[in-house]
C-alpha cells in the first residue's frame, strides 16, 4: 500500500494492518513471474510456428500474416473461454495469459457470456468491452500521443 | 430482555424448530456434503440465470425447513432473509414464492445469523409462532456482482475465498423440546481500513473479535462456556488473526473449540484458496453440519459468530476501505 493512503489511517488501523499482513500468506511473486514468463513466452512461440506455417503454406508475407495468426489465437482463447478452460489456465498463468492477445479476447467473451442472461443488447452488447474497453481506450490514446511525437521528431528533421 | 450493552437474552427460550441446508456441485465434493439435505449438481439449477438459481437454492432450503418441522407455509407469521445480490432479489423474490409477511435484511454473509437472532426475538417477544430465517448466496452470481466473470481468467491471491453456492433456512417457534436459542449479540460495524476485496478475512475479524468479547462481557461468561465457537466466513486468513487477535486482548480461545465455517465446509480444497465465504456458508454449515451434530448430542452449547463485509461494488472502486460486522446468535441443546 502507498504511503500516501497509509497516513489516512487511524494509529489503531495502521497498527492492524501490520498484524494482519505478518499473518497473511503471500503471493508467490518469484514463482508467478517464472510461471508468467513461460507461459507468455509458449504463447508467441505458438504464434510466431503459426506466423510461419501461414507465409510458408498460404502465400502470405510477413505483414500479412500477422491478421491470420491472430484470428487463430483469438478463437482458440475464446474457444478455451467458453468451454470453462480458460479461466484455471489463468490462475496458474497469471500473467503469462493475461498480456498476450488471449488475455484480451478471453475478457470480451468472458463479460459476453457472463451477461448473456440480461439479453443480448443491455447484456452481451453492453457488457462486452467492460473489462476491455479501457485497454481500447487508452490503447488507442497511446498509439495517437506515440504517432504524435513521431510526426513532430519527423516534421523538426529527425529520423 | 437487553443484558449489558448489547446482548438479547431470550428469556421464553424460542426453540429452533426445523432447518434445512441446499447446496451445489463444489459442496457436494467437500467433507460436509452428508450434512445438506439437498444438493445439486449443476449451479444453474435448470434456471437461465445464476440469480434466479440462488432464489430457487433459497426457496428449496425453506421450503424443506418447512416441510421438515411438519408445518405449511401458511403457518409461517414472518419470513427474514438476506443475500448478497444488489436490493436482496434473491430474498425478496423467494418470499414473493412464499407468500408470507416478510422483512428482508442485509448484513451481507452475517445475514444468516442476523435473521435467527431478529426471528428469535420476535418469537420470543410473542410477535411470531413460527418465524422462518434464512439466507443464501451463489458463487457465480457473486463473482459477477462483485468481482469479474466467472470466465475471466485473473490470477486470484491466496487470501481470497470461496463464495459458497446454497442456501440455509430455520425454524423458530415458542415451545418445543429444543435445541434452544438462549441469546444473541447484535455486532457493531468495525472497519480496521482493509480495502483489498480479496481478503474478506482479514477485513472481518476484527469485527468477529469485537462480537465476541462484547458477547462474553455482557454475558459475564467464561470462554469454556461453549462446546463450539464458529465464526461465519473468516477462512484461513482471517482464523488465525482472530486468533491471535483474542489473545492478544486476554481472551484465550481453546483452538479444539474456535472454528470457523469456511474451514469446515470445503476442508482443505487448494482451489478456494483461504476458505469459503457468503452468506451460505455459515448458514449452510450451522443449519446441516453443526445442527446435525447438536442433534446427534456431540454439542451442547454452541456459539455462531456470522461476519459480514459490508461492501459494494461501487465503494470499493471508489477506493472505500471495508467496513465489516459480526453477530453472534447462541445454540443450547
Known amino acids: ?159 | 430482555m437487553l443484558k449489558g450493552h448489547q446482548t438479547w437474552i431470550f428469556e421464553n427460550r424460542p426453540v429452533l424448530h426445523s432447518c434445512a441446508a441446499i447446496g451445489g456441485p463444489f459442496e457436494a465434493a467437500g467433507p460436509l456434503s452428508a450434512d445438506f439435505d439437498l444438493l445439486h449438481e449443476d449451479i444453474w439449477l435448470g434456471q437461465n440465470s445464476f440469480e434466479k438459481a440462488e432464489k430457487r437454492f433459497l426457496e428449496e432450503a425453506c421450503e424443506f425447513a418447512i416441510r421438515k418441522g411438519g408445518l405449511k407455509k401458511e403457518d409461517i407469521n414472518v419470513f427474514l432473509s438476506g443475500d448478497l445480490m444488489n436490493q436482496i432479489i434473491s430474498s425478496s423474490f423467494a418470499a414473493r414464492t412464499i407468500g408470507v409477511p416478510f422483512l428482508g435484511l442485509f448484513g451481507a454473509c452475517s445475514s444468516s445469523m442476523e435473521s435467527l437472532a431478529v426471528a428469535s426475538a420476535l418469537v420470543n417477544g410473542k410477535f411470531a409462532k413460527y418465524a422462518l430465517a434464512a439466507a443464501s448466496s451463489h458463487n457465480a452470481a457473486a463473482e459477477k456482482q462483485f468481482r469479474y466473470p466467472t470466465e475471466y481468467g485473473a490470477q486470484k491471491p491466496p487470501t481470497a475465498q470461496w463464495t459458497v453456492t446454497g442456501a440455509g433456512a430455520a425454524v423458530v417457534t415458542d415451545s418445543g423440546d429444543g435445541p434452544y436459542i438462549t441469546s444473541a449479540t447484535v455486532g457493531r460495524v468495525v472497519d480496521m481500513g482493509i480495502s483489498d476485496p480479496f481478503n474478506m478475512g482479514g477485513a472481518m475479524a476484527p469485527a468477529a473479535v469485537d462480537t465476541i468479547q462484547a458477547h462474553f462481557r455482557d454475558l459475564n461468561r467464561g470462554l469454556d462456556y461453549y462446546d463450539m465457537i464458529a465464526t461465519g466466513d473468516l477462512g484461513k486468513v482471517g482464523h488465525r488473526i482472530a486468533t491471535d487477535l483474542l489473545t492478544e486482548h486476554g481472551l484465550k480461545i481453546n483452538e479444539d473449540i474456535f472454528t470457523d465455517c469456511g474451514l469446515l465446509i470445503y476442508g482443505d480444497n487448494k482451489q478456494v484458496f483461504a476458505g469459503g465465504s457468503g452468506c451460505a456458508c455459515s448458514a449452510t454449515v450451522t443449519y446441516g453440519h453443526i445442527m446435525n451434530r447438536v442433534k446427534k448430542g456431540e454439542l451442547k452449547k454452541i456459539l455462531i459468530v456470522a461476519t459480514g463485509a459490508l461492501l459494494s461494488p461501487m465503494s470499493y472502486q471508489q477506493k472505500e476501505s471495508i467496513p465489516c460486522i459480526a453477530h453472534a446468535v447462541s445454540i443450547e441443546a
Not at chain 1, 29 to 37: E, L, M, P
Not at chain 1, 91 to 117: D, K, L, M
Not at chain 1, 119 to 129: D, I
Open chain 1, 1 to 159: 500500500m502507498s504511503s500516501k493512503k497509509k497516513k489516512k489511517l487511524s494509529p489503531a488501523q495502521q497498527q492492524y494492518q501490520a498484524f494482519a499482513k505478518a499473518r497473511e500468506p503471500k503471493r508467490p511473486a518469484v514463482t508467478n513471474t517464472i510461471k508468467a514468463f513461460f507461459v507468455g513466452g509458449t504463447i508467441c512461440l505458438i504464434g510466431q510456428t503459426l506466423q510461419w506455417f501461414f507465409i510458408e503454406y498460404f502465400n502470405f508475407t510477413e505483414t500479412t500474416a500477422g491478421n491470420p495468426t491472430v484470428a487463430v489465437l483469438i478463437i482458440v482463447s475464446v474457444l478455451l473461454t467458453g468451454f470453462g478452460v480458460y479461466d484455471h489456465i489463468a490462475q496458474w498463468a497469471g500473467a503469462g495469459t493475461a498480456i498476450p492477445v488471449t488475455g484480451f479476447a478471453n475478457t470480451v467473451a468472458s463479460s459476453s457470456i457472463e451477461h448473456r442472461s440480461e439479453g443480448f443488447v443491455l447484456g452481451v452488447g453492453g457488457n462486452m468491452f467492460k473489462l476491455a474497453g479501457s485497454v481500447i481506450a487508452y490503447g488507442v490514446f497511446s498509439a495517437f500521443v506515440v504517432a504524435l511525437i513521431k510526426i513532430i521528431i519527423q516534421k523538426l528533421g529527425g529520423m
